[in-house]
């Protein structure tokens, strides 16, 4: 069974940093794109940033040159670093990662999600 372990979220003011880490753990073959996605009160959940095997990364608009997307293969784990953080990336965020187990098919897995508050 594959697990996604979050941690890194908290509370920060306007302007501050944070940084995300998600580790995935269990029964991995291959682990493929990996990424983050966020969910405000009232809101759907959306993409924030993902990051293939390779390296090749996709950011929303809303948070391209404030938050960077990084992962350690060896490790199978996701960064998400965030900056420049507005009351407006307030949010539940959640890892994703496709995830190839011994003797299965290829299957997406979440985290449990991890609370990110930014405020004065």
């Known amino acids: 069974q594959v697990q996604l372990v979050e941690s890194g979220g908290g509370l920060v003011q306007p302007g501050g940093s944070l940084r995300l880490s998600c580790a995935a753990s269990g029964s991995i073959f291959s682990v493929d794109a990996m990424g983050w996605y966020r969910q405000a009160p009232g809101k759907q959940r959306e993409l924030v940033a993902t990051?293939?095997?390779?390296?090749?990364?996709k950011y929303a608009d809303s948070v391209k040159g404030r938050f960077a997307v990084s992962r350690d293969n060896a490790k199978n784990t996701v960064y998400l670093h965030m900056n420049s953080l507005k009351p407006d990336d307030t949010a539940v965020y959640y890892c994703h990662a496709e995830i190839k187990e011994y003797g299965s098919n290829w299957s997406a897995h979440w985290g449990q999600g991890t609370q990110v508050t930014v405020s004065s």
């Open positions: 990051i293939t095997s390779v390296g090749t990364t």
